[in-house]
């Protein structure tokens, strides 16, 4: 099993920074994390990606948040940040951490996805 535990969230104004980050807890060495990232759900909307990043730094941004939001991990800590600038009321959500696994047993590699609690990021015009 992987637990994910989020945190950074908080309310800021339009125009700062905010850092959240990502903890992954593996319970045994027979699993391993590969790509992990960041989604966001507002009220009243659908859970949209924001950022993901691979084992190997490959990164993938929604346009919204190109060129203001850095998506970054630690392979050896099995953490992973999101750097938001220039945040936007737009912005305000909860926002979840999100990592693929793959557990292996005898030989197979099974395929599972974990999400954290969520931390609520607000940001006031």
């Known amino acids: 099993q992987v637990q994910l535990v989020e945190s950074g969230g908080g309310l800021v104004q339009a125009g700062e920074s905010l850092r959240l980050s990502c903890t992954a807890s593996?319970?045994?060495?027979?699993?391993?994390?590969?790509?992990m990232g960041w989604y966001r759900q507002a009220p009243g909307k659908q859970r949209e990606l924001v950022a993901t990043?691979?084992?190997?730094?490959?990164?993938d941004y929604e346009n919204s948040v190109k060129g203001r939001f850095t998506v970054s991990r630690d392979n050896a800590k099995n953490t992973v940040s999101l750097q938001m600038n220039s945040l936007k009321p737009e912005d305000t959500a909860v926002y979840y951490c999100?990592?693929?696994?793959?557990?292996?047993?005898?030989?197979?590699?099974?395929?599972?996805?974990?999400w954290g609690q969520g931390t609520q990021v607000t940001v006031s015009s």
């Open positions: 990043i691979t084992t190997g730094g490959s990164t």
């Open positions: 999100k990592a693929d696994v793959r557990k292996w047993s005898r030989g197979v590699g099974y395929l599972n996805t974990y």
């Open positions: 593996k319970s045994d060495f027979s699993i391993n994390i590969n790509a």
